[in-house]
């Protein structure tokens, strides 16, 4: 086993476990209170970001290894709809930055009222194309992670308002636009360095900072599957990521022709 298989297995294994135990015990002692005992209001703050926390490192470790997955080339594509990998991802953005309305929305069916909540907290979300009905045919972890990474990054970034937005008949072509502060012209070439952060007024104008890692993933993932991610930006005018991902069906028809 190599180096790199190694640090693998330690992530999977012995990082993952206890980060889950803390995951799950902290969730426990603030959502059984009639156990454990009422929590002042400082002790569930405490708990709070304990668990915020806890879900980033869950994230990045998950992260991580899907890099890891698909720098090896591995794969576990089928059909799946879209509009799951979406809710799944928009939940996950959430629960770390909004752990109080990631609750709300976890007890909330996932239709209109499910997106009317999510207006009503500044996060607008637009579906149009085939793949709003019919299945998708690739990699659901990854595009999920895609999704994930780029409407975590835009909540981080906003002043009030991101817009999420997927189309395509063909190909998949998803769109995160942000009201933030958007990024200096000099700057947009470090978006997609791994471990690189902004500078600026962007980097003062987060609400939290970052790993700048995020962005990285986001660009292996979408290489890996063939796709491809532009960014449309001003400093002073917000940000909109726009993604192309292929469906890896079509990449199957062509290879099963040759």
Same mark, same amino acid.
């Given at each position: 086993?190599?180096?790199?298989?190694?640090?693998?297995?330690?992530?999977?294994?012995?990082?993952?476990?206890?980060?889950?135990?803390?995951?799950?015990?902290?969730?426990?002692?603030?959502? &059984?209170?009639?156990?454990?005992?009422? +929590?002042?209001?400082?002790?569930?703050?405490?708990?709070?970001?304990?668990?915020?926390?806890?879900?980033?490192?869950?994230? /990045?470790?998950?992260?991580?290894?899907?890099?890891?997955?698909?720098?090896?080339? +591995?794969?576990?594509?089928?059909?799946?709809?879209?509009?799951?990998?979406?809710?799944?991802?928009? +939940?996950?953005?959430?629960?770390?930055?909004?752990?109080?309305?990631?609750?709300? /929305?976890?007890?909330?069916?996932?239709?209109?009222?499910?997106?009317?909540?999510?207006?009503?907290?500044?996060?607008?979300?637009?579906?149009?194309? &085939?793949?709003?009905?019919?299945?998708?045919?690739?990699?659901?972890?990854?595009?999920?992670?895609?999704?994930?990474? /780029?409407?975590?990054?835009?909540?981080?970034?906003?002043?009030?308002?991101?817009?999420?937005?997927?189309?395509?008949?063909?190909? +998949?072509?998803?769109?995160?636009?942000?009201?933030?502060?958007?990024?200096?012209?000099?700057?947009?070439?470090?978006?997609?360095?791994?471990?690189?952060?902004?500078?600026?007024?962007?980097?003062?104008?987060?609400?939290?900072?970052?790993?700048?890692?995020?962005?990285?993933?986001? &660009?292996? /993932?979408?290489?890996?599957?063939?796709?491809?991610?532009?960014?449309?930006?001003?400093?002073?005018?917000?940000?909109?990521?726009?993604?192309?991902?292929?469906?890896?069906?079509?990449?199957?028809?062509?290879?099963?022709?040759?």
């Amino acid at each position: 086993m190599s180096k790199k298989d190694h640090f693998i297995d330690l992530l999977v294994h012995d990082l993952a476990g206890p980060i889950s135990i803390i995951s799950t015990s902290t969730n426990s002692l603030l959502v &059984k209170e009639q156990k454990y005992g009422p +929590l002042t209001s400082r002790q569930r703050q405490t708990l709070e970001r304990i668990l915020r926390n806890t879900n980033k490192a869950q994230a /990045l470790l998950a992260e991580m290894v899907e890099i890891y997955r698909s720098e090896e080339g +591995l794969f576990h594509c089928s059909n799946f709809l879209i509009t799951d990998a979406l809710n799944d991802a928009i +939940l996950d953005a959430v629960d770390v930055l909004n752990p109080t309305l990631s609750a709300k /929305l976890a007890f909330i069916k996932k239709d209109d009222s499910f997106y009317r909540t999510l207006r009503e907290n500044g996060i607008s979300v637009e579906c149009t194309g &085939k793949y709003c009905q019919d299945p998708f045919y690739s990699d659901q972890k990854k595009v999920q992670q895609v999704l994930r990474n /780029l409407i975590s990054n835009a909540l981080k970034y906003r002043k009030e308002r991101v817009t999420i937005s997927i189309t395509g008949d063909s190909d +998949l072509i998803i769109h995160v636009r942000d009201d933030g502060p958007g990024i200096p012209e000099e700057e947009i070439k470090n978006i997609f360095i791994r471990f690189g952060t902004l500078k600026g007024k962007a980097k003062e104008e987060t609400k939290m900072p970052g790993f700048g890692f995020g962005m990285s993933c986001v &660009k292996i /993932l979408i290489d890996v599957m063939g796709g491809e991610i532009n960014v449309e930006s001003k400093e002073g005018g917000g940000t909109c990521f726009i993604v192309r991902v292929p469906s890896l069906h079509l990449f199957s028809e062509k290879e099963a022709l040759q």
